[in-house]
């Protein structure tokens, strides 16, 4: 009996994640669930306690790959409010969260998906909502530091199948335009890969292996000193 339950279970779960891969695209999901990726860290909790303390008043607020941070154990879930398919739209919802957090530092990446919304101008919808985000954390969490990431470029075959990603230079100038109007911080992450990056992505040539956001993380710690 316990075989044959085990075995319906398994088959029910094998149909079920089929029935996930066979699901279309839509704006919220353009990107692949992190669970989705191959690489995961054989180190857990490894990183977290190097990372973890230089970070531990900190916040990062982003989607899909910002969410690496965390299922990477690079940071504790605590540390990261991110989700698949997240715009500065959409994340104008984790206001409440962010504020029961209250960190010291809020660092947002946002802008990977933004760039693909179905709209004449996605990069002036995104700067709309970017800059009520902002306005919202300021509102709520006064005395937090906030610091905008650039949105990380892809593989070069990641851009032949979606063109859209051609514009990730221009909507990281407009990031750039926007901090300094806002008078916050702004980070270029570009240098983190100047020595060559084809190493750093997964699969999927959007997302990213471990050793990424070991370097992000280095990049950023004069952030939130």
Request: aromatic share 8%; glycine share 6%; hydrophobic share 35%.
């Amino acid at each position: 009996m316990k075989k044959m339950v085990k075995t319906i279970l398994i088959g029910s779960f094998t149909l079920a994640l089929a029935a996930c891969g066979n699901e279309s695209a839509t704006p919220s999901s353009q990107h692949p669930t992190l669970q989705a990726q191959e690489q995961v860290t054989d180190s857990k909790g490894s990183t977290e306690s190097t990372y973890g303390s230089v970070f531990q008043h900190s916040v990062f607020l982003g989607d899909s790959i910002t969410e690496g941070l965390s299922f990477h154990d690079v940071l504790k879930e605590g540390n990261v409010l991110a989700g698949a398919g997240k715009t500065a739209q959409f994340a104008l919802e984790d206001i409440d969260e962010l504020t029961k957090r209250d960190p010291k530092h809020i660092l947002i990446q946002l802008g990977s998906d933004d760039i693909l919304w179905p709209t004449d101008n996605p990069k002036e919808y995104s700067m709309i909502n970017y800059a009520k985000l902002i306005d919202m954390i300021e509102e709520k969490l006064p005395h937090a530091k906030i610091t905008l990431l650039t949105v990380t470029p892809v593989s070069a075959e990641a851009e032949k199948l979606e063109p859209r990603y051609k514009n990730i230079n221009d909507y990281n100038q407009g990031l750039k335009e926007l901090a300094k109007k806002k008078n916050i911080g702004f980070v270029d992450l570009s240098p983190i890969f100047s020595n060559g990056s084809d190493d750093l992505y997964d699969s999927d040539g959007i997302h990213f292996k471990p050793e990424f956001y070991t370097r992000m993380l280095d990049l950023l710690k004069d952030q939130v000193e």
